[in-house]
C-alpha cells in the first residue's frame, strides 16, 4: 500500500497547491487489524511543511483511496489517514541530547567522583 500512494504522488496526479512542488516520502503506513483504517506517515523531502502537506493529503484521500483500490487487490479498501512524521525529528532530537558533553562523560563510563549505586554495596562486602 506505501508503494502504491508513493507511485500516485510520484505521478503528480494531486492538484492541491499545498502540493506543487512538493516531494513527499510515504515512510510507513500502518493498517488497523480490522483493515477498515490506514494511517500513511509521510514527510517532505528536504524539508518543509509537514502540516500543510498532511493536510493535503487528507483532503485527497478520497481520490488516493479509489487509486489503492484499483492498483490493489482487496476485498475492502481502507479508509485512508495522512499525518506526518515525527520520527525524523525525535531521531535528530535524541541524536542531539547524546551530543551533549555531559551525556557522552556518563556513557563513556569517565569517573565523576561519585560512587555509582552498585559501588556501595561492593565496598561493604555485601
Known sequence: MRHVIAAVLARGELRDPAL???????????????LKNATAFVVPLGGGEMEGAAGALNRAA?????????????????????EADRSFDEAGHVG????????RRDLSGEET??????????????
Not at 20 to 34: I, K, M, Q
Not at 62 to 82: A, C, D, Y
Request: no cysteine.
Open 20 to 34: 506543487a512542488g512538493v516531494n513527499l516520502t510515504v515512510t510507513e503506513v500502518r493498517v488497523s487489524p480490522d
Open 62 to 82: 478520497g481520490f488516493l483511496r479509489g487509486q489503492v483500490g484499483r492498483e490493489m487487490t482487496l476485498r475492502h479498501v481502507p479508509r485512508l489517514v495522512f
Open 113 to 126: 567522583g561519585q560512587p555509582e549505586s552498585g559501588d556501595a554495596e561492593s565496598e561493604s562486602g555485601a
Open 96 to 103: 542531539e541530547i547524546l551530543a551533549r558533553p555531559s551525556v
